[in-house]
Structure formats: C-alpha cells, structure tokens
C-alpha cells in the first residue's frame, strides 16, 4: 500500500474509531490568512485590521491557524510543516493555536530582521496571556501587533547603526592594516544557530525514541505471525537504527552535564545519527506496510486480539488487588509508577473492545481498511495493557527482592563502618576521608533502619542509601584493601546492586513507554544512558567487578532521574478536549496521545514500520530557512 494511502487511512482511522469531538488535524495547507474551522475567533474584524495593519507597515503577512489538536504531533513540528505545505516565503510568518491541546507554536524566515529574543519576548508577554485566558481573537492582535513593534524597533535602529558603522569604518580599516601579517580570524559558522540545533535534535530524539518503542512491538507481532525468517530485514533496520539512537542519546546526555567548545559539531553529530536512523526505518516501511496489512485476514485477527483482550481482562482483578497489597507494605517510587496501572489497564481494555466492535462492523460492510486499522489499535492497547500488567507482577517479585537486598547491605555497611572505626582508633595511618565516611555509614545505617522500621518502607530508596554509603566507605578504605578484597567485595555488592537496578529501569522503561505521549526527550535520555551502563554492568560483572558496580550505581542514578522526570512530564501534561464514555474513560485524551498513541503507532503518521512522518525535507525549528518557538498555555 503507497505510503500516502497508509498515513491517510490512519489519520481517517483516528474519525472512525474514536470520534472525538476534538478536530484533531495533520499538517495542512493555507488557503486562507486566517484558518479557524471550528469558529474559536468571534470577532475577526480585530483579527483581520491587526493582519493588514502589520503587514502595511512591515510587511510582514502572517497567517494564523486554529485547530482543536495537533493529532499527537509536536506543536514545533506540525507549524513547521504546515509552513512549507503552505509555500510561506521569506515575508511570511505562521502562527498556530491548538485549542484543546493548549498549546501553540510560531514560524518565521530565519532572515527575519525580528530576533529570537524578540520572537521569544512576544510570545511570553503579548500571545501566551490572552491565551491562558481562552482571548484567541486577543491573542492573534496581541500577536501582529507584538511583531508590529519588535519589526519598527528593528528598523528604527539601522540608521543609528549606519552612522555608527560610518565613525568606525575608519578605525576598522587601520586595524585591518595593522594585523594584516596576522592569521586571518575563521569565519563564524554559517548555518543554523546553535540554539536551531539543539531544538532540532531534542525533536528528532524523541521522534525517533518513539519511532523504535512502536517499531519493536511491531517487529514482535510480524515475526510472530510470518517467522524470523521473513522479519530479518526488519530486524537489522531495527537494530541499526537502535544504535545510532543510543549513541545520539549519550552525545545529548553527554553535553547537558558538561558543556563543550565544540557545542555544534555534537549537535550536528546527534541529528546526522537520528536522521540516518530514520532513513534506514523508512527504508523498510513500504515493505514492511505490505506484510503488516490486516485486510485480507482482518476477521481472524480481530478474534485472535479478541482472546488476548479477554486474558489480560481475566488478570486484571488479580494484578489490582496486586497493586494494593504493595500498597499496603511499600512506599516510594517503585510503588508510585505502578499506582494507576489498574485503572490504565480498563482504559485500554475498553478502547480495545470498542475497536473490535467497530472492525467487526467494518467487516460486516466490507470496508476492510477501516477494519485493518480498527484491529491494529485494539493490538496496540491489548500490548499497552499487557505490558502494564507485567509491570505489576514484575513490582511484585522485585520490591520483596529489594527489601531482602537492603538487609544484606546493611550488614554489609555495618561491617564496613566498624572497620573503618577500627583503623580510625588503632594509632597507625588513616586513610583521606575515612572518618568522615564512617560517620556517613552510620548515619545512612541509623536512617535505613529507622525507615524499614515503618509500615510501608522504601527498600529501593534503602538500597541506594546504603550503596551510596557503602561508596564511600570503599573509597577511603581502598587504600587499606588489596585488589583481591576490593575484587571480591565489589562482587559481593553487585549481586545486590544488580536485581534492584535492574528492576528501577524496567519500571522506568514500562512507565514511559505506556506514557510515552507526555514524556519529553529528558527523562528518555536519562532512560537511554541508565540502560546502557546496566549493560555494561552486566557484561563486566564476571570480569571487573569493580567497574561493573560503578556502572551499576550510574544505571541507578540515571533510572530514577528518568521516572522522576518522567511522572513529572505525565503530571505537568495539560490539554483538554477528551469526551468521557460511560465507564469513566476519556477516549479523547486517550487519542489525544498522553498514553502514548495507539492509532498513531506512537506519533507517526503512518502505519507499519519505523519511519519519520515529516517527508520530503520538511520544515522544522532551525532548519529549511525557518526557525520558530512556542510552548504550552
């Protein structure tokens, strides 16, 4: 099936299946200055005097689009494309507001005479107060009229540059004359700013991120339902493309902790591996489209999505009485990412029951693509519910494991710390900073204890206070030790470490993924390195112990900053629009993509395999001669 036909058939699908009465809307193009489908303006004659009165005397047209939702894709993204489906020039500018998604974003030339800053300082004080306020009318005026005064304070400084560029001419050329023997100075960069470029590779990462998490599920059902052999192709493009994502990741961790000279080049780095990921995906996808398509088989799929449904509906009563048993005994985290899986699992029960009722209808009637698209949704929800129960179960065997961990370790610290007061009280040389880690031992022992002693203890957070401890008390004493000791105490503490780790990123992992719909590309950045140093943890453990427990406790930081983040991404995720269905489920925040996506594979605008859905060298923020902003309201 032509690519173009698969987008369109899943952008319909989104109608068909859900009908929301939110008017979510692919990238399109203008026909009109001003585009408001579902009459948000009630007052153009304001609207319309502040477009032609900014364009008379700047000459600046700016066209302006409502809609109710962006359809999952980011706001930075859709206006940028909507940007060059319209063929804006060099004089044009976009600005577009989607209402029930409470967010916005604007696109202009990059040679624009109005600065980012300026851009910035309209948006924040002219556009985003009257749409906080639901003023959509108010903001589009606040908005020419923002961009009318930063464009006349523009032009009214070029003469009092001129004259100043004319006193100083002089003194440029005598210095030109007096360092002509010196190495002439590098050209500054051309291109795109650097500010450009990082806007561009935070979106590719998590385009891309979402691109593989929908890939691999759909890797999973292809080769379940056609063998290996005819999947291998898929799996290769998988795979590559997986390593150029992780690299990527570690480049953009890598320069938000420690800022470097050469900021660009590693910019230009990450988008060169996230594009070439996206080429080798999209390589694949016509094929891969081809094996995926449901409408020849879309009956029997259904009643084999059907069976599924009706297992993990058969253990949700189990999994929710689960949740509140841990409830009952543990605190923290671990236990917070898995609080809501219950009510999250009936969502998607329920929005798979009513794709299988809407394909059988489509079945009945013969409209078979409708039906192929209705029985990949309800696949894609079993799958999310499948594997947000599998979380639970997975909480229930590691939580335990973390409080047995914990005891091991505080006998371990406990050793420790005694040691350590040993060597403090024998008279002969102390090593640098011992002291000081005894009493953090028994300090972290002290609290670890106390905190166990509750009714519903924290045992990851124990864990990790006690190898912290334990550290530091390795660190002072290591002068003490030799390698054998070292060798064989890094073992035994990374028989502890591992399990606990491995359990904080899985977590990580199942709560993004599910979620991946509101998770910025922070928290999956973090879920990216944190996977990568358990790997290395892992493939070291048998021959450097000691390394393998630094990256041990490394995976452990970087997995809780990433579920950090990302509860913090899900909790601050706003946006209205959803309708709620008998039942308690809000189907339109649901296809709104906060859980991720279903239809929308996770953000792509096509079905099947992999793939960017902006072609063609579309617009984005920084590149294709326009740079952009905007945020949420």
Request: glycine fraction near 10%; charge should be negative; aromatic fraction near 4%.
């Amino acid at each position: 099936m032509p690519r173009r036909a698969v987008s369109f058939l899943i952008a319909l699908s989104t109608v068909l299946l859900v009908a929301p009465p939110a008017l979510a809307e692919a990238p399109q193009r203008l026909d009109m200055q001003v585009t408001d489908a579902s009459g948000w303006i009630d007052n153009r004659a304001p609207v319309d005097n502040a477009l032609q009165d900014l364009q008379d005397k700047t000459g600046i047209q700016l066209w302006v689009v409502l809609v109710d939702s962006f359809d999952g894709t980011p706001a930075q993204s859709w206006t940028d494309e909507t940007a060059r489906l319209s063929d804006l020039g060099d004089r044009d500018a976009l600005l577009a507001i989607a209402v029930e998604d409470r967010s916005y974003a604007y696109s202009f030339p990059d040679d624009s005479r109005i600065s980012e800053q300026e851009l910035a300082e309209v948006a924040e004080k002219d556009i985003e107060p009257a749409l906080k306020e639901g003023d959509w009318s108010g903001a589009v005026v606040a908005a020419a009229e923002g961009y009318q005064d930063a464009a006349s304070s523009s032009s009214g400084l070029v003469w009092a540059v001129l004259i100043v560029l004319l006193v100083v001419v002089a003194g440029l050329a005598w210095v030109f004359l007096r360092r002509r023997h010196r190495q002439a100075a590098p050209p500054a960069p051309s291109g795109p700013s650097v500010a450009d470029l990082s806007s561009r590779a935070n979106a590719l990462l998590i385009e891309l991120d979402d691109d593989l998490r929908a890939s691999e599920r759909e890797l999973e059902l292809a080769t379940a339902q056609y063998g290996a052999a005819a999947t291998e192709q898929f799996r290769s493009a998988l795979d590559e493309a997986r390593r150029n994502v992780g690299e990527a990741f570690q480049l953009r961790m890598t320069l938000d902790e420690t800022p470097t000279p050469d900021e660009r080049a590693t910019l230009t780095r990450i988008i060169e591996l996230c594009e070439a990921a996206d080429k080798r995906l999209d390589a694949e996808s016509d094929a891969f489209d081809r094996l995926r398509d449901l409408e020849s088989r879309a009956a029997e799929a259904a009643d084999e999505v059907d069976r599924r449904r009706a297992q993990v509906e058969a253990a949700l009563p189990g999994a929710a009485a689960t949740v509140q048993d841990l409830l009952s005994r543990f605190s923290g985290g671990a236990v917070t990412a898995i609080t809501g899986n219950a009510d999250q699992i009936r969502e998607r029960l329920t929005y798979a029951a009513d794709s299988l009722r809407q394909a059988r209808e489509a079945i009945s009637t013969g409209r078979k693509p409708e039906a192929a698209l209705a029985v990949r949704g309800s696949e894609q929800a079993v799958d999310q519910a499948a594997q947000l129960v599998s979380a639970i179960e997975r909480a229930a065997t590691e939580l335990p494991a973390a409080r047995s961990a914990a005891d091991g370790l505080l006998a371990e610290v406990t050793a420790e710390t005694a040691a350590g007061r040993t060597a403090l009280t024998s008279g002969g040389a102390v090593p640098p900073g011992l002291a000081a880690a005894v009493t953090g031992g028994e300090q972290a022992l002290a609290e670890v204890r106390a905190a166990l002693a509750t009714e519903r203890p924290d045992p990851v957070d124990a864990v990790a206070r006690l190898q912290a401890a334990d550290a530091t008390l390795d660190a002072a004493l290591a002068a003490a030790r030799d390698a054998a000791e070292r060798s064989a105490h890094a073992r035994s503490m990374l028989a502890q470490a591992l399990p606990v780790v491995r359990a904080e990123v899985f977590a990580a992992n199942d709560f993004i993924t599910t979620r991946r719909g509101a998770v910025d590309y922070n928290a999956r950045a973090a879920l990216s390195e944190a996977q990568r140093h358990l790997s290395l943890a892992e493939s070291l453990a048998a021959s450097d112990p000691v390394t393998a427990l630094a990256e041990a406790q490394q995976a452990h930081q970087l997995a809780s900053r990433a579920g950090q983040s990302a509860r913090v991404d899900v909790q601050t995720w706003g946006g209205g629009g959803g309708y709620r269905q008998p039942g308690g489920f809000d189907a339109g925040a649901f296809a709104g993509a906060v859980l991720g996506g279903i239809l929308a594979g996770g953000g792509r605008s096509h079905g099947g395999f992999g793939g960017s859905n902006r072609r063609g060298g579309g617009g984005h923020s920084g590149g294709g001669g326009r740079r952009g902003g905007g945020g949420r309201f």
